[in-house]
């Protein structure tokens, strides 16, 4: 019986600044919890305690596998600037072939 396919992730989060996104995509990477992060310049517009807010953010979408969801989430939780932050996972469905190999070979725990 063969395996079933990996399933491939973007787990997503928000921080303040491009300083605390490139620490948090850094650290990510280098402990091999995601093959890769993508950071881009989004607005929010939230409650937080009682106050509308509305400010930039930097959204960070990190490509990874099913595998290595709970540690990625988890070290986002401890390395998080934020009080209470956003991390999603959300399912990717029709990747590339070659990409998903990358991917999966990225995020292979090491010996």
């Not at 310049?41 to 490509?63: D, Q």
Request: hydrophobic letters at 45%; charged letters at 25%.
């Amino acid at each position: 019986m063969t395996a079933p396919a990996e399933t491939l992730l973007a787990v997503l989060t928000t921080v303040a600044n491009i300083g605390d996104a490139r620490r948090l995509a850094r650290q990510v990477v280098r402990a091999g919890l995601a093959a890769c992060a993508q950071l881009e310049t989004i607005e929010s517009v939230y409650l937080w305690k009682g106050e509308l807010v509305e400010e930039p953010e930097i959204r960070i979408s990190f490509k990874t596998t099913s595998q290595r969801r709970q540690a990625l989430m988890e070290l986002i939780r401890k390395a998080h600037p934020y009080e209470i932050p956003a991390i999603l996972a959300v399912p990717l469905s029709d990747v590339d072939p070659a990409y998903r190999r990358w991917v999966i070979e990225q995020t292979q725990p090491k010996a």
